[in-house]
């Protein structure tokens, strides 16, 4: 590899900083890296050295993982995978969903938070139908360059679906409890790991039982590289968005399906991301999602935070 001319001082995009961090950069990449921060740049009107340097990181271990090209830009070369895959896991295929009854208008009416949750198990095609039509594929189109692009059922900037889903099946039909990743496009759900989780939740959500009286949990984790070779740092701001549209999804089929829903952003953020194995940086969890069958029990509204000063975020 043929190391790039240090930049002249103050008359380059990239700062002596940054310079000093990756010496041992190629030519190419060092094209690659002025275009992407002149952009950022160009967006936030400045940035830290540290900023700059944790960009530049960002957008070389991305270049590893993709094949590579004269321009990182061009589409779809630069465009990382959309559904994260499992290598021989077991795999979990979703019954086809029936479809939800109501009007818009009805379940908009109807849509509530509750904790309350009954102790039947929830049935598979019952969180099938949630998944499938919250967060499911919605269509395909062409776009990025690519013929067959998934469009899903809830919106995101741009169309590129930073927003995975994760399952913890506490009490669901047949699926045996563990952690799950929801494979969209394939309608499967894929063991991340097996196990009785429902104490971990309850410590991961700050001690609140909602988690543990739940027949599953869903968990929205965010992807960052899907979304910043096209938007740049701004797009930190924009994945909470999807999520948030993703979330909403989730109420409004759970409650046209009889479902109890409830939303979770107290959460520890290490331990909630070692919960569904991402490393909280690439990937990071924002939302946790309580679902049960509808029922009459008020013990899964207790909220207990524990004082402990260990709490990591």
């Not at 967006?43 to 270049?63: F, K, N, W």
């Not at 009785?196 to 909602?210: A, E, F, H, P």
């Not at 409830?262 to 969890?285: Q, S, Y």
Request: aromatic share 8%; glycine share 8%; charged share 20%.
């Amino acid at each position: 590899m043929t190391s790039a001319r240090r930049p002249a001082s103050g008359s380059d995009i990239v700062s002596d900083h940054v310079f000093k961090e990756l010496q041992d950069v190629g030519a190419d990449d060092w094209v690659m890296i002025r275009r992407a921060l002149a952009r950022v740049q160009a967006e936030t009107r400045g940035l830290r050295a540290l900023d700059e340097l944790a960009i530049v990181q960002g957008l070389l271990a991305a270049r590893a993982e993709i094949a590579p090209v004269a321009d990182f830009f061009d589409a779809p070369s630069c465009l990382p995978p959309l559904f994260k895959d499992y290598p021989g896991s077991t795999v979990w295929r979703l019954p086809p969903p029936s479809e939800p009854g109501g009007t818009i208008a009805e379940v908009l009416r109807r849509r509530a938070t509750s904790y309350a949750h009954d102790a039947r198990p929830l049935p598979l095609p019952a969180l099938s139908a949630l998944l499938l039509h919250g967060y499911g594929i919605r269509e395909y189109t062409q776009a990025y360059g690519i013929d067959r692009f998934p469009m899903r059922m809830a919106p995101s900037a741009g169309g590129l679906q930073p927003v995975n889903l994760y399952v913890v099946a506490n009490l669901v039909g047949e699926l045996p409890a563990g952690v799950y990743y929801f494979h969209a496009e394939a309608a499967e759900l894929r063991e991340v790991k097996s196990g009785d989780y429902r104490d971990q939740l309850v410590d991961v959500c700050m001690g609140q039982t909602m988690v543990r009286s739940a027949q599953a949990v869903a968990v929205l984790t965010c992807s960052l590289d899907r979304v910043m070779w096209r938007y740049g740092l701004r797009h930190y701001r924009t994945v909470h968005v999807d999520a948030g549209a993703v979330m909403q999804n989730l109420y409004l089929v759970g409650c046209a399906r009889g479902l109890s829903i409830c939303a979770v952003g107290g959460f520890f953020d290490a331990a909630a991301n070692e919960l569904v194995g991402v490393d909280g940086r690439a990937e990071f969890v924002v939302l946790f999602v309580a679902i049960g069958s509808a029922g009459d029990t008020t013990d899964s509204a207790t909220i207990e935070v524990s004082p402990s000063p260990q709490r990591q975020r």
